[in-house]
């Protein structure tokens, strides 16, 4: 629940010190420094699919009644 709550919170968390020091410093710059962080993070995010092998997660039945969702 916390990250869906600082979902909307955290852009303009980070968006206050761009604002803010915009002017003084290159405002790009801090976008794409920013950007950089913000993929870097996705990177490690995507480390659990490339490290473990692939599961299935349901497993296959023989009840007939919910044999067309496997199909």
């Not at 916390?2 to 303009?12: I, K, Q, V, W």
Request: charged letters at 10%; aromatic letters at 12%.
């Amino acid at each position: 629940w916390l990250s869906l709550s600082m979902d909307g919170l955290l852009p303009f968390l980070i968006a206050l010190p761009i604002a803010y020091w915009g002017d003084r410093i290159h405002r790009a710059a801090w976008t794409g420094g920013l950007a950089l962080i913000q993929s870097a993070g996705y990177l490690i995010l995507i480390i659990p699919h490339f490290t473990h092998p692939s599961t299935r997660v349901i497993e296959e039945t023989t009840n007939m009644t919910h044999s067309s969702l496997y199909a």
